[in-house]
């Protein structure tokens, strides 16, 4: 029996990939933000003439550090599955046909993948982006072969 959230295959199908969001890279990804977030409130406190621009930036470290924290169980637990006809997002029942796909590419560390249709999927904080964009591109790849043949 497969776990809860596993996706249902169909019998012709076979899973070629699992796609986790790396801790590492979330925990980073968050630590960039905080650092960004900081120097701007620091900046725009200072410039409006406020003598504690050091309040704005403990204040944007201290909420995205939050934010990062509240997060991480739901997105550290999501699951994309690439099969030899599909992606199937973390619901486990949503998925994006291999067909479909017209670009998949890095995007800031991420993996966007872009339908014909222009629907967008983002895969987050991704170890190897460069990876999995190979992945999901080889697999498409190959559907488009066995279809044509």
């Known amino acids: 029996m497969p776990p809860d959230n596993a996706p249902i295959l169909e019998p012709d199908e076979t899973q070629l990939a699992t796609f986790r969001p790396d801790p590492g890279r979330y925990w980073r990804d968050h630590g960039v933000m905080a650092l960004g977030l900081m120097a701007l409130a ?3 406190i200072w410039l409006i003439g406020s003598p504690y621009p ?3 930036s403990l204040g944007a470290i201290l909420a995205v550090g939050l934010r990062a924290a509240y997060l991480a169980s739901e997105t550290l637990g999501l699951r994309w599955v690439l099969t030899n006809r599909r992606l199937i997002l973390p619901d486990g029942q949503s998925a994006v046909m291999l067909r479909d796909v017209e670009r998949v590419r890095p995007f800031l560390g ?4 872009i339908t014909s249709a222009g629907d967008k999927h983002l895969l987050k904080h991704m170890a190897d982006a460069e990876g999995v964009v ?3 591109t080889a697999a498409r790849g190959q559907r488009a072969e066995r279809r044509a043949s």
Do not use: W
């Open 134 to 136: 190979g992945k999901i």
């Open 54 to 56: 050091a309040i704005g």
């Open 110 to 113: 991420d993996v966007q993948v």
């Open 42 to 44: 620091g900046l725009v």
